[in-house]
């Protein structure tokens, strides 16, 4: 398994309207429409993004994407160490991702950009 970088991060909450406007007031970031994601996406400068999703809405309050070069190896891989992966690959306009539970019992995702994206992740 290749690990590029971080990817992704997102926070799970009930202030996801007040959350989205202080990153755009204080930090200058713009919201990105990005298909299949019911979140607020921000893309940052070095590439990755920050999404704030309502309550509940990601299935954990918070959660960090790995990077990865060939997700389908990576899922094995995780699978064959005995980690509770998701059962199917998700995927939205740019990214396939799936969850995993670490050995910390935190989620986390492994995501990889897809060949057909328009934008960097």
Known sequence: MRILGLTF???????RAPMSDFLRTAFGLHT??????????????DGTSFAV??????GTERTVGFLVEGLDEA????RALGLDVDPEI??????????????DGH?????ETRSDATARP
């Not at 991060?9 to 202030?15: F, I, M, N």
């Not at 396939?96 to 670490?102: M, S």
């Not at 989620?107 to 995501?111: D, F, I, Q």
């Open 9 to 15: 991060v997102g926070t799970s909450t009930a202030a």
């Open 32 to 45: 990105v429409d990005v298909d299949g994601v019911d979140a607020d996406v921000f893309d940052l400068p």
């Open 53 to 58: 999703a309502d309550a509940g809405g990601m």
């Open 75 to 78: 899922v094995e891989r995780l």
């Open 90 to 103: 998700s995927a939205n306009e740019r990214w396939r991702y799936t969850h995993f539970r670490a050995p």
């Open 107 to 111: 989620l986390y995702e492994l995501v």
